[in-house]
């Protein structure tokens, strides 16, 4: 048993947790964040970095505070139902449904697009064919190739940005322009609610079990140095991924003066690399991101069909896998800036519950553990990030609220501190959570007595 790690393991387990995170989000959001900011860029920057870095940290040092042996193990905290929903929307959100589909157009929109003169849906199709097919027979047929490819990639596609970003510090495209639209006035909470479209955070609460057991594996058995060392492999991680965020939305923002406003964060980044290195920059910026997200897309549906497979275990892994792979296939065509759209309103509801779940395993300790503090903090938090994520989708698709919801937005609009910033929940959850927690202690407290 060890009480230590040595620095260089807290590095090396570090460096795997940015690979475990590093995906088409890390790459196409601070790009559209920094051409949308504008001159406004670092207050957005700012509000980014916590959703985008600082959630995704919290989450995986929540693992190792709980103890729990899985997400699954930990939602159940609410209530063993809760567990099973809550980790399944999770693992449909960040698979199947929005951050898998999302590899796949964002390797077409930064690989093959530019090399088109008109980006049509036959060539959107063409390519996802043989991208998931790919992807199928790799998710079919396990193999340390992916791993080994993965390891080798993501110091690769680092490595590149690097240079692209000194380029763009160097020898500026242009100026940052002003401002559009919420970024205006409200910079920071703009860019705080754009770092959900990463979709780390919630990512994190299943990668810190990956990181837990690699910790163990290394000898490590007592809590507070399981948690200690998360805290610090976390670190190494998100300070690698700040960087590369930062450094993204500044070439977003002085690209527009060059490029003008563009549809995706992909087209932003490919567009630049052939402004500083030409077609060759382009080809080999696409090969990698091809490579990337293929790695990331295989990793995304093995892993979603080891949990389904738990779940139902009737149900054989390679079944799931290619069920799960066509689900992604189908919205992967729906192209990058649909899946965008309709994956913002499920964020707005998972992301609360997500962050109020984490708060609660620190708290937890405080209140006894008690199963009644987690329950009505989550159904709180859910009765508003449930209208939150309505509201949103709304909003995206310029469609009309059913009118016996209307009331209920407007009251919340009215009563609650921030609900205008998609902040609503935060004060409700908080109020609950101090009233239940004390509700708990006064009861122990009465029992001893």
Same mark, same amino acid.
């Given at each position: 048993m060890k009480d230590k790690l040595p620095n260089s393991s807290y590095i090396i387990i570090g460096v795997m947790l940015f690979a475990l995170f590093f995906g088409a989000g890390n790459l196409i959001f601070p790009a559209q964040l920094g051409q949308a900011a504008g001159t406004n860029m670092w207050p957005a920057a700012v509000g980014f970095l916590l959703t985008g870095v600082g959630l995704p940290l919290l989450g995986i040092i929540a693992m190792g505070f709980s103890g729990s042996k899985d997400l699954q193990d930990l939602a159940s905290r609410v209530?063993?139902?809760?567990?099973?929903?809550?980790?399944?929307?999770?693992?449909?959100?960040?698979?199947?449904f929005f951050a898998a589909p999302r590899t796949g157009a964002v390797a077409f929109d930064i690989a093959i697009a530019p090399h088109l003169e008109n980006k049509s849906s036959l060539a959107l199709f063409l390519f996802t064919v043989l991208f998931f097919a790919i992807s199928l027979w790799f998710s079919?047929?396990?193999?340390? %190739? +992916?791993?080994?490819?993965g390891k080798l990639l993501a110091p690769g596609i680092v490595v590149l940005l690097a240079i692209l970003l000194i380029m763009v510090i160097v020898n500026p495209m242009g100026n940052a322009q002003a401002p559009l639209e919420s970024y205006q006035s409200n910079a920071f909470v703009t860019g705080f609610l754009e770092g959900y479209n990463t979709m780390d955070a919630l990512a994190s609460l299943v990668f810190g079990i990956i990181v837990i057991n690699a910790i163990?594996?290394?000898?490590?058995?007592?809590?507070?140095?399981?948690?200690? !060392?998360?805290?610090?492999?976390?670190?190494?991680?998100?300070?690698?991924?700040?960087?590369?965020?930062?450094?993204?939305?500044?070439?977003?923002?002085?690209?527009?003066?060059?490029?003008?406003?563009?549809?995706?964060?992909?087209?932003?980044?490919?567009?630049?690399?052939?402004?500083?290195? &030409?077609?060759?920059?382009?080809?080999?910026? &696409?090969?990698?991101?091809?490579?990337?997200?293929?790695? /990331?897309? $295989?990793?995304?549906?093995?892993?979603? !069909?080891?949990?389904?497979?738990?779940?139902?275990?009737? +149900?054989?892994?390679?079944?799931? +896998?290619?069920?799960?792979?066509?689900?992604?296939?189908?919205?992967?065509?729906?192209?990058? /800036?649909?899946?965008?759209?309709?994956?913002?309103?499920?964020? *707005?509801?998972?992301?609360?519950?997500?962050i109020v779940l984490m708060i609660l395993v620190f708290l937890s300790p405080l209140f006894n553990h008690s199963r009644i503090v987690y329950m009505s903090t989550i159904s709180i938090t859910f009765l508003i990030s %449930?209208?939150?994520?309505?509201?949103?989708?709304?909003?995206?698709?310029? %469609?009309? &609220?059913?009118?016996?919801?209307?009331?209920?937005?407007?009251?919340?609009?009215?009563?609650?501190?921030?609900?205008?910033?998609?902040?609503?929940?935060?004060?409700?959850?908080?109020?609950? $959570?101090? #009233? /239940?927690? %004390? #509700?708990?202690? *006064?009861?122990?407290? !009465?029992?001893?007595?």
């Open positions: 209530s063993p139902i809760y567990g099973v929903l809550f980790t399944t929307v999770l693992y449909l959100t960040i698979g199947p079919l047929n396990p193999a340390k %190739i +992916v791993d080994r490819v163990k594996a290394l000898g490590v058995s007592s809590r507070k140095e399981i948690v200690s !060392a998360t805290f610090k492999t976390g670190f190494v991680a998100i300070i690698l991924l700040g960087l590369i965020y930062v450094g993204i939305a500044y070439l977003g923002a002085v690209g527009v003066e060059e490029f003008g406003l563009l549809d995706t964060g992909g087209l932003i980044l490919s567009s630049t690399a052939k402004y500083y290195f &030409g077609t060759v920059g382009t080809v080999l910026l &696409g090969v990698v991101i091809i490579l990337a997200c293929l790695t /990331t897309n $295989i990793g995304l549906m093995t892993a979603c !069909a080891e949990y389904f497979q738990r779940l139902i275990p009737r +149900v054989s892994y390679k079944t799931l +896998v290619m069920f799960f792979t066509v689900i992604t296939f189908t919205i992967a065509n729906f192209g990058l /800036t649909n899946i965008i759209t309709y994956s913002v309103p499920v964020l *707005m509801l998972l992301y609360p519950l997500a %449930i209208f939150d994520g309505w509201k949103v989708l709304q909003e995206s698709l310029g %469609i009309d &609220g059913f009118s016996l919801l209307e009331p209920v937005v407007s009251f919340y609009e009215k009563w609650l501190p921030f609900y205008d910033e998609g902040l609503g929940w935060l004060v409700p959850a908080i109020i609950v $959570i101090l #009233i /239940t927690g %004390i #509700i708990t202690r *006064m009861r122990k407290v !009465a029992v001893n007595l």
